[in-house]
């Protein structure tokens, strides 16, 4: 321990200087979902910090990237930044810590960006690797992974006293191209400076405790306090360059006008060893552990990814080989593809309750594989030029009994259909590793309420957008009527309540945290609604089982209903609920009302998406997502008061 807190106020000697900031005495902890807040002494000079490490990958698993983020996240919450710390993060997660680390640097001053574990170089760019990500799929790599270019927009949009620092502890070998030294990314933000463990066309090395590059930062930060930062990367280039017998050799991009580039000075010989010495972890165990893919040659592996993908009925799928291939010999087939499947994209079949029929070789597969109770049938979309009016709600809706013993509403043509679920108890949380779903707690419903039975679909928002209530949804997240909206933020769900309330005179709402989550068991008390194991075909995710597409989620009826007749709870999409995000359940209400704070941009989302794995379909699952922002994997379902 203080060994590590020695670290830490070392390494607030040697930054300071050129983050402008001041070491603070102790290190913070810092949760795999939770962030730390900056000290209110320095308001005045922002700091803001996004860590990633990756190391569990289903084939190519890394010993050390965790703990290497883990470490440089106590490092810089440590110097006062507010840290975003990620371990084995999906691409959801990346996609989501990224768009937080941007919408937090708004507020100016200095920014950092870690990320250790599997990364390669396509075209000018590196992409970063989420974890659970197949390293031996390359179309699912290049569609899945987190570029570089990404990361360094979130960091380049204009803010006052702008400066940034990216360290990459990641491989940088192109498996597309033959291996050359080109420096990218092509445009570098000004006052950024990129550290990169590796050079183009190598692979980056991991020791007993830490990746090489960060175990040599992280001593070299220890063993010269006073060091400047161009100073300190040269050492911690020199000691990496001679733990790999010259291997790995880092490099610097940098667009500081007042900063050497790292990598070409002499580095005191004594002060390098006083580095080495200060740390038991310079052995190499894996030389090039954080590369990936097969290194043939450019014009082999370009066959061998057509060929995976050839017979493919995913434009995604053609265009990551655009991606990594722009000028390769099967691009003009590829392009031709991507217009031919988009413009016969199926339309939505009329549900039905007959068996589908064998999709034919190489046709697109159906769009209801899996529907198992017939949904009421979609009312006609009002025509763009002449809209139709919603229908004006009846004096009472009228309650039908389903299947599930529960009775379901409709409160006019174009509305959500409901489902009226009674009043009760249950045991909200989990104890799970996550302490977000802790401490589990019981909450009482005291009065029933309605929900809608599937998620609000494309045809019932564009009812609200016909109205001119709602903005439209982007054309590649509208094309089937029956699936569910999405790419909305929560403003765009609150402005879809409200314009529900006006047409119908009832009071709905977004569902709040404890009466979504009292929704989807169902009155169940196993992990998921259907037991404590996954099953096959029970939800929409990718390896929850068929039907399922990458480019977008299956239709809302497509997978059974929980046992109160509920349709696409978990997977899907990510659904919006009303309360504000706190990182624990600690003081969570036990009412099950909304858990608000005045100011609240940080809202919740449950239930996980097509995106996600299983592992995310559990009821218990939340996550965060800024209330102003749009997702394509984000839409929502209602809720009616019934008293």
């Not at 002494?41 to 190391?55: K, Q, S, T």
């Not at 939800?539 to 399922?548: F, L, R, V, Y």
Request: proline share 9%; hydrophobic share 40%; aromatic share 8%.
């Amino acid at each position: 321990m203080w060994r590590k807190l020695l670290l830490v106020c070392m390494a607030g000697a040697i930054l300071a200087p050129w983050l402008g900031v001041e070491a603070q005495p102790a290190p913070r902890t810092v949760a795999a979902t939770a962030r730390v807040t900056a000290p209110s002494a320095h308001a005045d000079n922002p700091r803001v910090a996004l860590v990633i490490g990756n190391d569990d990958y289903p084939a190519g698993a890394l010993p050390n990237a965790a703990r290497d983020a883990r470490s440089m996240s106590d490092t810089l919450g440590a110097l006062g930044f507010d840290v975003i710390l990620r371990t084995n993060a999906t691409p959801q997660q990346m996609k989501q810590a990224l768009a937080d680390f941007g919408r937090r640097l708004r507020a100016g001053g200095t920014s950092v960006f870690y990320f250790g574990g599997h990364g390669f170089k396509a075209a000018n760019d590196a992409v970063l690797v989420p974890a659970g990500v197949d390293v031996g799929s390359p179309a699912l790599l290049l569609e899945s992974g987190m570029g570089l270019s990404s990361v360094l927009r979130a960091m380049s949009a204009p803010r006052p006293d702008k400066l940034n620092l990216v360290i990459l502890d990641t491989c940088l070998n192109d498996p597309f191209q033959a291996a050359d030294a080109t420096p990218f990314p092509a445009a570098l933000p000004d006052r950024t400076m990129i550290a990169y463990a590796a050079a183009p066309g190598g692979s980056a090395a991991d020791g007993k405790r830490h990746g090489v590059y960060t175990g040599a930062l992280l001593r070299t930060l220890a063993a010269a306090p006073s060091a400047d930062l161009a100073t300190m990367l040269r050492r911690v280039a020199a000691d990496v360059r001679e733990v790999t017998h010259g291997e790995q050799r880092p490099w610097v991009a940098s667009s500081l006008s007042d900063d050497a580039l790292p990598g070409s000075g002499r580095v005191d010989a004594a002060l390098l060893a006083d580095a080495r010495s200060n740390g038991t972890d310079e052995a190499v165990v894996t030389l090039h552990s954080r590369g990936i893919l097969p290194k043939d040659s450019s014009e082999q592996y370009e066959i061998t990814f057509w060929d995976s993908i050839k017979n493919s009925t995913y434009p995604s799928d053609y265009e990551a080989y655009l991606k990594a291939y722009p000028n390769g010999r099967f691009a003009p087939l590829a392009r031709a593809r991507i217009e031919r499947l988009r413009a016969f994209a199926p339309q939505t079949p009329a549900t039905t309750t007959q068996a589908p029929q064998a999709a034919s070789a190489g046709a697109p597969p159906q769009e209801h594989p899996r529907a198992i109770t017939p949904a009421p049938a979609p009312a006609p979309a009002p025509s763009a030029a002449a809209p139709a009016p919603v229908a004006p709600p009846s004096p009472q809706s009228k309650a039908v009994n389903n299947a599930s013993g529960t009775s379901e509403s409709k409160d006019c043509a174009a509305c959500p259909v409901m489902v009226a679920l009674p009043a009760g108890s249950f045991m909200m949380g989990s104890s799970t590793d996550d302490p977000s779903e802790k401490p589990v707690h019981r909450v009482t419903i005291g009065a029933p309420f309605a929900i809608g039975k599937y998620p609000v679909t494309v045809e019932q928002w564009d009812a609200c957008v016909d109205a001119k209530a709602c903005a439209r949804l982007s054309s590649e997240n509208s094309t089937t009527r029956n699936a569910p909206a999405r790419d909305l933020s929560w403003d765009d769900a609150q402005q879809y309540v409200k314009w529900l309330v006006k047409v119908t005179g009832k009071p709905y709402r977004l569902p709040t945290e404890a009466e979504w989550e009292y929704a989807d068991k169902g009155g169940t008390t196993t992990k998921y609604w259907w037991g404590d194991q996954m099953r096959k075909g029970s939800a929409n995710c990718k390896d929850c089982g068929d039907p399922w597409h990458t480019e977008g989620p299956e239709n809302v009826d497509a997978f059974a209903p929980n046992p109160w007749g509920l349709y696409g709870m978990n997977g899907g999409v990510w659904e919006w609920v009303s309360d504000c995000w706190h990182n624990s359940y600690q003081n969570a209400p036990a009412d099950g009302r909304t858990w608000d704070i005045p100011g609240c941009d940080m809202r919740v989302i449950r239930g996980g998406s097509w995106r996600e794995g299983a592992n995310y379909m559990l009821t218990s699952t939340r996550f965060k997502y800024s209330a102003t922002v749009r997702q394509s994997q984000n839409g929502f379902r209602v809720v009616r008061d019934l008293t």
